[in-house]
């Protein structure tokens, strides 16, 4: 984490004692949150990840911020103070109020609270297992991003102590759902499959982006129940997120994948020529409003 992080609307440094443990939301994991990436300044896809966390908000009756545009100037402030241009921006909003161990004096509906950290190298490729039951579908939660992610990290750290780097959760029908913190996608004779949202996973925003925005000739990406099988018998597999783009998949339960076909390679160029027009456009736009 860098120096400073941003608490409502101010900036302060990281050490500083800003939170009571009578906002229910920090204690119980009431809230939601999503990982930006900062490119040249620039907030990738903020809108689109302020649409997931308004959705996600309304699920969990965490009561957000009335102004969008009034949070993403805060956290241009904050990523200009860390001199973070080319970053990991983490916003979180908690619920401060509700429950059985409400505070005394709490007056604020929720706090929104931000830091930057350094882009993580995650390297050329991932190690992956299966997790049973990782997933439930049916759940009305499934695919929310909330604060409580301790399941998450616990499946993450078990799979690291064995010498993987993720685990592929499978729901309570056995289909292949998602990663801890990343989407899956599978490539066959050249078209590209990633599991409906009815599988329990979380629609991200590189998946969402994948499916409707970035478009290239030969190499259609759409939804599709898949199983174990089917990646077993892929050409390829990836996974992608925010801070990942389009990472491929070495092996699985020690298994080679074969990585055969060019599917990740044309859509990770495809990817990321939609990235630079983006971050293009929002610094011509923010170079107009100045």
């Not at 029908?173 to 490539?187: L, M």
């Not at 801070?243 to 495809?270: E, H």
Request: hydrophobic content about 40%; proline content about 4%; overall charge neutral.
């Amino acid at each position: 984490m860098h120096r400073f992080i941003l608490h409502n609307e101010e900036i302060h440094e990281a050490s500083e004692k800003l939170i009571s443990l009578g906002q229910i939301g920090f204690v119980t994991g009431w809230g939601v949150f999503s990982t930006i990436k900062v490119i040249d300044g620039v907030l990738f896809a903020f809108e689109r990840h302020w649409a997931r966390m308004a959705k996600d908000a309304a699920r969990m009756r965490v009561p957000l911020p009335p102004d969008a545009i009034r949070v993403e100037n805060s956290l241009l402030r904050l990523v200009e103070r860390n001199g973070a241009s080319r970053a990991t921006l983490r916003i979180n909003i908690a619920r401060n109020k509700g429950g059985l161990f409400e505070g005394p004096a709490i007056t604020r509906p929720c706090d929104v609270v931000a830091f930057t950290a350094d882009i993580q190298d995650w390297g050329d490729s991932v190690k992956l297992d299966y997790v049973r039951q990782g997933r439930h579908a049916a759940s009305p939660f499934a695919g929310v991003k909330v604060l409580s992610w301790g399941m998450n990290l616990t499946m993450l750290e078990e799979a690291k102590s064995r010498g993987l780097d993720e685990v592929i959760l499978l729901n309570e029908r056995d289909e292949v759902a998602e990663c801890t913190s990343a989407n899956i996608f599978v490539a066959k004779d050249g078209v590209v499959w990633t599991p409906p949202l009815s599988s329990g996973c979380l629609p991200g925003v590189t998946r969402e982006l994948l499916l409707s925005e970035v478009s290239v000739a030969g190499t259609p990406v759409t939804e599709r129940t898949l199983t174990p099988a089917d990646l077993e018998s892929a050409d390829q597999i990836f996974i992608s997120s925010t801070t990942r783009d389009l990472l491929p998949v070495a092996s699985i339960g020690g298994k080679p994948v074969s990585n055969t076909g060019a599917a990740r390679d044309a859509l990770q160029t495809g990817f990321s020529k939609y990235v630079d027009q983006y971050v293009a456009s929002h610094k011509r736009q923010s170079a107009t409003i100045r």
